[in-house]
């Protein structure tokens, strides 16, 4: 897909080719690994990267684990939530120190299904994204992850204007 074309004066146009190019591959790979999650395992990506986040550390507030998500926005996080305790995959519980909050966990058969959605995530994170890459490919978008994430925490620093 070619990138829109605009008269920016403040971006040249490899740059803002390199946006679009950015942009594109991460929609394509979510979709295609989407795709996967849905057929295999009826899951949406969204719901996947909530288990995910709840598989490493548990339990959470909601508002604690939407701001962690990448692809959901918080209140599409809530409904997610609680499609997956209707599911039996996940369950809330309440926060000993404070009654206002509750905590969502994995179930056990919430921990089960995460086991075997991870593996469908790996096997097209792999068949999507590694294998068409070689070594050098995934050093330069690492390189480049590490480049923005420090413009990320020198602009919180205040070091950058804009």
Not at 46 to 52: D, G, K
Not at 78 to 104: F, K, M
Request: aromatic share 8%; glycine share 6%.
């Amino acid at each position: 897909m070619k990138a829109p074309r605009t008269t920016s004066t403040l971006i040249s146009q490899a740059e803002q080719d390199g946006w679009f190019g950015l942009m594109y591959a991460q929609a394509a790979m979510r979709s295609r690994i989407e795709a996967v999650l849905m057929e295999r395992h009826r899951l949406s990506f969204s719901a996947f990267e909530i288990l995910c986040r709840l598989k490493d550390f548990e339990p959470q507030p909601v508002r604690v684990l939407a701001s962690q998500l990448v692809t959901v926005s918080p209140t599409r996080a809530s409904r997610l939530v609680q499609d997956l305790i209707d599911e039996g995959y996940l369950v809330r519980g309440a926060n000993q120190g404070d009654g206002r909050i509750s905590l969502i966990s994995l179930t056990e058969d919430g921990r089960r299904y995460i086991q075997t959605v991870a593996r469908t995530f790996e096997e097209s994170v792999k068949t999507f994204f590694a294998d068409p890459l070689d070594a050098d490919d995934i050093a330069a978008l690492t390189r480049i992850w590490q480049k923005l994430e420090a413009a990320k925490m020198s602009q919180a620093d205040g070091r950058i204007e804009g």
